[in-house]
């Protein structure tokens, strides 16, 4: 009798065992929150030590789930601002299955010092999950945007169709410290040579349950900046993270 149970116990184990690891994944909070302050090093265009902000809210309602972010880097350097950049944005994500999904989003970015007045992107897109692992996830996205772009100079505006590629992968060593890379692809589809490449490595390592530190390093490069400008603007920062 012994023997049966515990076979048929070992049977129901194998046999359910994907529900049991999904069972074991942490639902989604219903409101997801965090923010950092810290110091920040900029090469390229702007070559300044200074303060950098940057908060992100996520909002769980079922297969929908919506984000609105903000980030600024700002420095003086003695009585003149010498760095400048700001970026926002909300996003919008449907998930179909497990694993597929569609994405809407409009983002902001201006960055004077690298001969952007203001930027706006509208986007759609799909997204696979390629990875989904209790310790790696990797997701991948396919879209198409619209953008207008507002020079410093006296360039003229840029109004164009563009198309959207991006990763994100993630590596848990624990429930609170994590890797993260991600990296996108912006194709003018209507002047080949003016493409660009956004990437940010992250590291968080926790300090409590909520508090933790965060080392980034970004890059951001244009492939056909305007005259006078650099192509490449790294960011490498540090800074104490808050999640709620």
């Known amino acids: 009798m ?25 639902p989604a909070k219903p409101v997801e929150a965090s923010a950092d302050l810290g110091f920040v090093n900029t090469t390229g265009n702007t070559e300044v030590t200074t303060l950098t902000a940057n908060y992100k809210i996520v909002l769980n309602t079922g297969p929908w789930k919506l984000t609105h972010y903000f980030g600024t880097v700002y420095g003086k350097l003695r ?16 998930a179909f299955t497990e694993r597929f999904g569609f994405f809407g989003l409009v983002n902001y970015d201006k960055n004077r010092f690298s001969g952007v007045a203001g930027r706006w992107e509208q986007g759609a897109g799909a997204q696979w999950k390629a990875i989904v692992e209790t310790e790696d996830k990797l997701d991948v996205e396919l879209g198409l945007s619209a953008i207008q772009q507002q020079a410093v100079t006296a360039v003229p505006d840029r109004n164009f169709a563009s198309g959207r590629t991006a990763l994100a992968y993630k590596h848990n060593f624990t429930d609170k410290a994590y890797f993260q890379q991600t990296a996108e692809y912006l194709a003018n589809l209507q002047n080949g040579p003016d493409w660009r490449v956004n990437t940010e490595s992250s590291l968080i390592a926790p300090l409590s349950e909520k508090f933790a530190i965060k080392l980034s390093f970004a890059i951001r490069y244009q492939n056909l900046p305007d005259p006078g400008f650099l192509a490449t603007d790294r960011i490498f920062a540090t800074a104490i993270q808050y999640t709620y």
């Open 79 to 94: 009585d003149s601002v010498n760095t400048s950049i700001w970026r926002t944005g909300v996003r919008g994500d449907r």
């Open 2 to 26: 012994l023997r049966r149970v515990a076979l048929a116990a070992a049977l129901s184990c194998t046999s359910a065992g994907a529900p049991v690891l999904l069972a074991q994944t942490k």
